[in-house]
């Protein structure tokens, strides 16, 4: 493996999605955590960016850093959060849930490693954001539609939701 | 040579090259900020029938901004006591860092362009919505009341007028048929998408300009309501950073009006001799002249009715203008 | 179950929309106002109380610096209970020069208040049209009395100097050009469609929460009620002209708005008429003592202030310095209904209410 | 001009000043003695005058209160409002009593407003009679004053539909000046009285918020008192 600057790219955007993953279990302000949420968030999409698919990095900046973030601090930072996390739980547990992290992480190495992953030529460069929308709208339009039916209906169900706790209030 | 460039294989010297222009186009950027300040000054103050700045740099006032930059950098940089200093120190750099990001996907000129992607509009957008994170980091951080409504004033108003914003744009995408900008410029060459799009042109001028926090959308900073919002705390260099990014957003939105409406580097049919950067400068100075008017001239809406006007009238325009432009390319 | 939390805000003392020291503390859910409470006194001066040992001469500058934006009106109020209690007939010539001082203040003050209120609305250039023409004003009256805003100008039994050559002139050229610029305020204002959105049916209440409230001026005269004591119980020459009492309806924001803009074109009307009948000669000052000294008893005067009535009471024991002064400050009795308007209204609307009662501060605390 | 003649120069100015204060002395003292019989002989001239003059004062003041008796009885020169004052006290005297006020009469003073001086203990009867009955709607200022022997309180109200203005005053006892509030029928008396908590020291029952409202609650002392002593410590 050689040192290139997609290499080095990808590193330092791994480097940092990783560090914001941590920094989100570590941090103890709530806001804190939010915005280590968005490092993750960005670098991701740095990394999907270095494998070409542009439009699902622009769109994961747009959507998850730019919406449900802000949506997220906006919650958070209007609420009333003075409560302090408890303790965590005792020795064993703790000991307990390492192991179960390393084992899951040696599992996925081994997956991983083992997987084999059959190379087919594609156009990575070309025209992806076409390719999605080809994609979506002819061999995936029931599933894409089915989703945006679940969306609406999610919607509908947060406005009812939201309305009920007003008049409750 | 740009595009060179881009598809050449990497080497040291590239990055380097790169790296040089990248300086050389900040330069031009601070220039661009430090003149439009100015400029800015200036007409307000020759509508409002006063003289502007007229002491620093000539009887112009030429050098006024340096001097303002000057001060600022000098100024002592307090930081309150009870601020939640991490996130007081990084929120500038938030919200200042994407407003230099979104600038390397626009084409100022047919050459002229540091990355292009196929999805530059998107880009654009997509980047320009991390300075919110930053505005609502500095508006908590400063432990603040007023900036803390500033900031969510700035957030709810951004995420608000980006949905416009974008479905206003659908339809010149619907027209040109791609998201990268040079190819939506390249399909100007005929017409300019303002006639095509009369009525998405107008939907998405009234949303950048509440993008850009301007009059008269600049709720989170209206100085009368909560003296100065998302930034009433910070001082010296890092509030000149929120300024910057206010102002580079100026820069970038107006060049990206000009290159989504009004043909980018494209001149009129009887004035194809003017250079294309040329061009492209003049009508950009349109946009930001017409910016700086609806400045001096408007009162400010309410938040409320700031709301209400995104939703209940923008989004409704331009999901018709959507429906509409899909309409008539099918049939013509 | 998401609650949001209630925030204590205090707007002031050194808020820009505030206008002066003026405090609010402030309740609120989200950007809803549950509460609001106003705390003044940072400008109390205690003018009543160094009024007890001046003389009546004396008192007159300290009027001035009450409400600073039309200061004519308080030096007025002033000398005409004193000229009332001591039985003094004061020359033509000084109420002409009085009557024009005074409407040039009020028109000075409502242009004051409509720059100030668009600026907290956030438009920037009215604030700059409307002190260019108020500049001129101040030109004109410091031209008479060599002040711009603490005029300290009329004297018991009359004004302390006359207008020099060629001032009536200028305050004739002024008139139609003030026209002409009232004229624009409205092209480049009153349309606007977000002004009128900020102002409609903003800050409302009824005729009869206006007169429980004891409010006066075109806070009054917004909800309906003709009431302007120019009119009502004409003092100086004022029956001498005719003009009118500008009304609205509707008893917001924009009506008091209306209704101030319409009355400085009404002032312009005196001010024509007044030029035009202006005495060619006569005393400027009656013969008065040079102590005054008005007989033992006790008088309360009122009179149309630009922010409604103004009165001053006076109880004499006969001495030189009055036994006790106090002035009716409209700013202080209009400004008392603002918690109640308040409440329950949008945090942007604050400045929108707050701004259209037209509260001068120097006059709020005394 | 070098300094010794400075100096010498200075030395001169002064003796001449001193000798001229000398002279100007003596001749005082000439003077004094001089006219010192005078002076006596003035005295007593002025005694005399001083005693016809009080006789001449004397007369007048009889004559003057003759006139004022015709006045009031005859009403050689009756105000314009005096009907209005009739009627007010017939409509108050019917509804509070006929010893509800402690005196009335046309303060010719102040544009001849009817002014009523109610008793402590009517005057919120007689403010309740003045706003429903006689539809005094506007409470045009409300204030007090510290007359030394007692506190009176001043309301001047206005009719807005009848176009007509009424002043009502009551007297209090100046160490503890105790009246209901007005705030219930005026909300506009709720500042005003505030004004008169913080500055006179009149306490209004039944007030919803008395505070001091100008001076702040940490204030000492009543300022509009005549016998105010600034409370300076530390300053």
């Known amino acids: ?169 | 040579m740009m595009q060179e460039l881009l598809q050449s294989a990497p080497s040291w010297t590239k990055v380097g090259i790169f790296f040089g222009l990248a300086v050389l186009f900040l330069f031009v950027v601070l220039g661009f900020v430090t003149f439009a300040i100015l400029s800015e000054r200036k007409i307000m103050g020759f509508m409002q029938m006063r003289i502007g700045p007229n002491q620093v740099g000539g009887s112009w006032g030429l050098l006024q901004t340096v001097a303002d930059v000057l001060k600022l950098l000098l100024k002592e940089d307090t930081i309150p006591k009870k601020a939640d200093r991490p996130l007081y120190i990084l929120a500038p750099v938030l919200a200042f860092a994407p407003a230099f990001m979104v600038l390397a996907t626009l084409p100022f000129t047919n050459q002229f362009q540091f990355a292009d992607i196929g999805v530059g509009l998107l880009y654009y957008i997509a980047i320009s919505g991390i300075t919110t994170i930053g505005v609502v980091t500095a508006g908590w951080a400063s432990n603040n009341k007023y900036s803390l409504m500033g900031g969510m004033r700035a957030a709810a108003q951004m995420i608000s007028y980006e949905v416009p914003l974008v479905m206003s744009l659908v339809g010149v995408v619907l027209l040109a048929g791609s998201l990268n900008l040079r190819e939506i410029v390249a399909a100007q060459e005929d017409i300019w998408f303002i006639f095509l799009q009369p009525v998405g042109f107008i939907v998405f001028f009234i949303a950048a300009i509440a993008e850009l926090n301007r009059v008269p959308f600049d709720l989170p900073e209206a100085e009368s309501e909560l003296v100065a919002g998302f930034h009433v705390e910070y001082s010296g260099f890092r509030w000149a950073f929120f300024m910057l990014a206010e102002y580079v957003y100026m820069f970038a939105m107006a060049a990206l009006t000009t290159l989504l409406f009004l043909g980018g580097w494209h001149s009129l049919p009887f004035l194809d001799f003017i250079p294309g950067a040329v061009s492209f400068a003049l009508k950009f100075s349109v946009v930001i002249y017409v910016l700086i008017w609806i400045r001096v001239s408007f009162p400010r809406l309410r938040a409320d009715q700031l709301m209400e006007f995104a939703w209940k009238v923008l989004l409704p325009i331009a999901l018709a203008n959507i429906f509409l432009t899909a309409l008539l390319k099918e049939l013509f | ?366 | ?235």
Request: glycine fraction near 6%.
């Open chain 1, 1 to 169: 493996m050689s040192v290139s600057g997609e290499m080095l790219a990808f590193l330092g955007l791994a480097f940092v999605a990783v560090l914001g993953g941590i920094l989100l279990i570590q941090l103890t302000k709530v806001v804190h955590m939010v915005l280590a949420l968005v490092f993750t968030f960005v670098s991701i999409a740095g990394i999907y960016l270095l494998l070409s698919a542009e439009f699902v990095a622009v769109v994961q900046i747009l959507l998850y850093s730019g919406a449900i973030t802000i949506v997220m601090l906006f919650g958070i930072m209007l609420t009333n959060n003075q409560k302090q996390e408890e303790e965590k739980g005792n020795r064993w547990r703790k000991i307990l849930l390492l192991l179960g992290i390393l084992g899951f992480a040696f599992a996925v190495y081994i997956g991983i490693y083992n997987l084999d992953i059959p190379v087919q030529p594609t156009t990575l460069h070309e025209a992806n954001t076409e390719q999605i929308g080809i994609a979506l709208f002819s061999k995936f339009v029931i599933p894409f539609e089915l989703m945006s039916v679940l969306l609406l209906v999610a919607l509908v169900g947060a406005i009812v939701l939201a309305k009920k706790d007003d008049e409750g209030a």
């Open chain 3, 1 to 366: 179950m998401l609650r949001t939390e209630e925030m204590l805000l205090n707007v002031g003392p050194q808020h820009p929309s505030t206008h002066g020291v003026f405090r609010l503390v402030i309740k609120i859910e989200g950007e809803i106002i549950k509460e609001a409470t106003p705390v003044i006194g940072y400008l109390h001066r205690g003018t009543e109380k160094l009024a007890e040992n001046l003389q009546y001469t004396q008192i007159i500058p300290y009027t001035d610096r009450m409400d600073y934006l039309a200061a004519m009106t308080n030096n007025y109020v002033l000398c005409h209970a004193v000229e009332t209690m001591a039985n003094i007939t004061v020359p033509d010539r000084a109420e002409y020069l009085r009557v024009i001082t005074m409407e040039l203040g009020r028109i000075a003050s409502h242009l004051v208040w409509w720059g100030t209120y668009l600026l907290d609305l956030g438009a920037t250039s009215p604030f700059l049209y409307a002190f260019r023409e108020r500049e001129m004003i101040i030109n004109l009256l410091n031209e008479l009395c060599g002040a711009r805003l603490t005029f300290n100008y009329m004297r018991v039994g009359g004004v302390k100097w006359d207008a020099p050559d060629g001032w009536l002139e200028k305050v004739a050229e002024f008139i139609p050009y003030m026209r002409e610029q009232l004229h624009g305020y409205h092209q480049l204002v009153t349309g606007n469609e977000i002004f009128l959105n900020r102002v409609k049916g903003v800050g409302t209440y009824t005729r009869e929460e206006a007169i429980a409230y004891s409010l006066s001026g075109a806070n009054l005269r917004c909800t309906g009620v003709k009431r302007d004591l120019r009119k009502d119980e004409p003092y100086s020459i004022y029956n001498r002209f005719s003009f009118g009492v500008p009304t609205r309806e509707a008893g917001d924001a924009w009506s008091r708005y209306e209704c101030r803009m319409e009355e400085i074109e009404e002032s312009l009307k005196i001010l024509e008429q007044a030029v035009a009948q202006f005495p060619s000669d006569g005393p400027i000052l009656a013969k008065v003592p040079k102590i005054i000294k008005p007989p033992k008893g006790e008088a309360f005067i009122r009179i149309e202030s630009p922010r409604g009535e103004i009165g001053c009471y006076i109880a004499s024991d006969g001495k030189k310095e009055p036994y006790r002064l106090k002035f009716r400050r409209p700013s202080f009795y209009n400004l008392q209904i603002l918690p109640k308007l308040l409440e329950g209204e949008n945090m942007a609307n604050l400045i929108a209410i707050l701004g259209a009662i037209d509260i001068v501060l120097g006059e709020v605390d005394g």
């Open chain 4, 1 to 235: 001009m070098d300094k010794n003649e400075l100096t010498r120069l200075k030395k001169e100015a002064a003796e001449k000043a001193k000798a001229a204060a000398i002279k100007r002395r003596q001749e005082k003292e000439r003077q004094a003695s001089e006219s010192g019989q005078d002076l006596e002989l003035a005295k007593k001239k002025a005694a005399a005058a001083a005693k016809a003059k009080a006789a001449a004062a004397a007369r007048a003041k009889a004559k003057a209160a003759s006139t004022e008796k015709k006045e009031e009885e005859s009403s050689v020169e009756p105000s314009p409002n005096e009907p209005l004052l009739q009627r007010y006290i017939q409509i108050i005297e019917r509804q509070v009593g006929t010893d509800s006020y402690e005196e009335y009469y046309i303060n010719r003073l102040s544009k001849d407003v009817p002014t009523i001086l109610a008793k402590p203990h009517t005057y919120m009867d007689i403010a309740q009679v003045l706003k429903q009955q006689l539809h005094f709607d506007f409470l045009a200022e409300l204030h007090g004053t510290d007359f030394e022997t007692h506190i009176e309180v001043y309301v001047y109200l206005c009719s807005l539909q009848n176009g007509q203005s009424v002043v009502l005053k009551v007297k209090l006892d100046r160490d503890n000046p105790m009246i209901p509030s007005l705030v219930p029928l005026w909300k506009g008396a709720d500042w005003p009285e505030c004004e008169a908590y913080d500055l006179i020291g009149i306490k209004f029952s039944g007030h919803p918020n008395l505070k001091r409202i100008l001076l702040g609650e940490d204030w000492i002392g009543y300022p509009l008192r005549k016998d105010y002593k600034p409370h300076d410590e530390g300053v």
